[in-house]
């Protein structure tokens, strides 16, 4: 079966401009995420979907962050206006529900705000 | 609140030799438990996970885990290392709503 795309895989941009990143699961998962992994840390949950729905979002920067699930398939997730501190790659991840099972990630997008 | 803690930053051992890395977790019942590796600019792969049906679980790649209660212990290990495990290592446990919370990673280097 396909994997998790993610688009784009690398994005440089200034600081205070505005970015999206863009998700498409695997075809049938339910459940998806988005995590924020800065360098040399473990991966942060940011926002999780369950359908077009949002089941967690505490850790959302709300002020600056912002994600969509139009439809329960494709996800966006957008920065404006960056900061400096947003360097980080960005994963996908769609599960078909269930504690850790068919858990899959995308290869994610790494941004840097220079 | 579930968390995991991963005693060792980075852990240096010579091909051929076994593999420890340690992850403590905090629970207040018995847990969802998992390892994950992460290659340079590679995506996160699940090696392995317990959930409950057996305390020592079989991963890919030569890995496995023993969850042990008593010391809240899920550590990673390997008989033998190959260059090709050099990489990023998390333990990873599951708060409520199924979203993975991740150690803060163990970087494995494997020297000749």
């Known amino acids: 079966e396909a994997g998790v795309a993610q688009s784009p895989r690398y994005k440089i941009i200034e600081k205070r401009q505005s970015v999206a990143f863009w998700c498409n699961p695997i075809s049938g998962h339910a459940t998806l995420y988005w995590y924020q992994q800065i360098l040399g840390q473990g991966p942060k949950l940011l926002i999780q979907?369950?359908?077009?729905?949002?089941?967690?979002d505490s850790q959302l920067p709300k002020d600056r962050f912002s994600a969509e699930r139009l439809k329960g398939v494709d996800s966006t997730l957008k920065i404006q206006p960056a900061k400096l501190e947003d360097s980080a790659v960005y994963l996908c991840?769609?599960?078909?529900?269930?504690?850790?099972?068919?858990?899959?990630f995308g290869s994610g997008t790494r941004l840097t705000v220079v | 609140a579930q968390s995991v803690t991963q005693l060792d930053s980075h852990v240096s051992v010579s091909e051929g030799t076994p593999v420890l890395l340690r992850c403590n977790y905090s629970s207040s019942y018995s847990p969802s438990l998992f390892w994950y590796v992460q290659h340079p600019n590679k995506g996160l792969q699940l090696l392995l996970k317990y959930t409950s049906a057996a305390t020592l679980v079989k991963g890919i790649n030569g890995f496995e885990a023993e969850f042990k209660k008593s010391e809240t212990s899920f550590h990673l290990t390997k008989p033998s290392a190959h260059m090709s495990d050099a990489a990023e290592y998390f333990c990873v446990v599951i708060p409520s709503g199924y979203a993975l919370n991740f150690g803060k990673g163990t970087s494995l280097l494997v020297t000749p």
């Open positions: 991840a769609s599960s078909s529900g269930g504690e850790g099972y068919g858990y899959t």
């Open positions: 979907f369950q359908n077009n729905g949002v089941v967690d």
